[in-house]
């Protein structure tokens, strides 16, 4: 049987020595370590390496470890040699050596040299042999000289001498040994400029770095206003001004005091029904945006409940799909209820949204709807099937959606 037999421990009076075989009949037998023994190893070794010195898996040691109680998850204390022994083996030995010897990592054996103050020489590897060295010499004869197609240039800062590959050559006219020489030029560096609206010498401020000072234009912020000068977004002057009448021709200063006063003055009671527990609106007897001088007058102004304010607009409750609902917080709301007219999805929309509006905004609704903005582009797409596309311009698809909703209505 081949053995290998491994010192683990140091101390003369706990000499540990175990045999491991490189066969596999050897290393499925079960482990007969009494748990005295196991408890010892684990001061100062990890399961690992207790596997190792047995020649098993550390899954095996952590099973027996747990058969006996011993705790696994604590790390081991390793037992440190003394100074007079570490020098028996080093330098004779090298550190990956001692490190085997003790069966621990090199880091650790630093520590111990560190700590006796124990000089390290510098050949910790083994001494290649005299094979090694014949063939890195003949390696070293066969190797073609490598032709070098630079040339050497001199640093602009200092004067050193490198060398410098073609592709930099190419780059600049000036070369930098370091970056310690490139930041001094630019500092160095003095451009001298214009500025370009007053045409005076641009000078470097106080404190001002090289980039800055290469960025600026200018030479103060009064040149840069006057030569770009900012966009005015006010009054007339504005690209998107449409007049007085248009920026004022929603106001809504007042409003909140002229409906508090409706409400006062009326008791918060419908003028109409003559309904006080419910919610209430301020209503304009002449149009709000016909008569924008009678906006503010409390004459013009009375007390509506919503279902009499719905009448009062000539809006529909019942009719083409709207209904009226009342909300948990006792308020009415208007919602019209349908399906998708794409994808037959029930749809719930609020009245206002149902409402026709551009060209053919005469107060009717929308008999239609979609769920969302995909379904209504894939029905404009299939409207749209078969019109060439010189006329697709300004094409309205009411007709054809009315037309379907009729269809599917009589289905």
Known sequence: MNCVVLRLMSDENKTFIFMTSRKHEFISRKLSISKP???????????????????VGANAIKKLMDEYGIDTKSKPKYQKPSKEELLRLYPAKTLEEVGEHYIVGQTLVHKWFDEYGIERTKKNRKPRTAEARANMSKARKNRKPVKLKGRTVGC???GKEFY???ARIKQSDKHYCSYECLGKSKVIDHINKDCLYCNSSLTRRKGETAGNYRRRTYCNGICATKANPPPTFYGKDNPGWKGEAA?????????????????????HTCVHCGANDVPVVAHHVLSFEDFPEHRLNEENGITLCNPCHFIEHGWSLSSQGIKSLINEHGIEERRWTGNCLYCDKMVIKQASDMRRSGKAN??????????????????????????????????????????WQKDKAQD
């Not at 409003?255 to 003055?265: A, F, G, H, S």
């Not at 929308?366 to 409207?383: D, E, V, W």
Request: hydrophobic share 25%.
């Open 156 to 158: 602009v800062i200092c």
């Open 37 to 55: 023994v196991l408890i010892w190893l684990r001061e100062s070794l990890s399961q690992t390496k207790i596997a190792k010195g047995y020649g």
């Open 164 to 166: 410098l590959i073609p």
């Open 247 to 267: 920026r004022r021709r929603q106001s809504r200063t007042g409003q909140k005091t002229w409906r508090k006063n409706i409400l006062r003055r009326d008791n």
């Open 362 to 403: 005469d107060g009717s609704y929308r008999t239609y709807a979609f769920c969302s903005h995909r379904c209504s582009g894939k029905a404009r797409q299939k409207a749209m099937e078969g019109i060439p596309k010189s006329e697709r311009k300004g094409f309205s698809c009411v007709t054809i959606y009315e037309q």
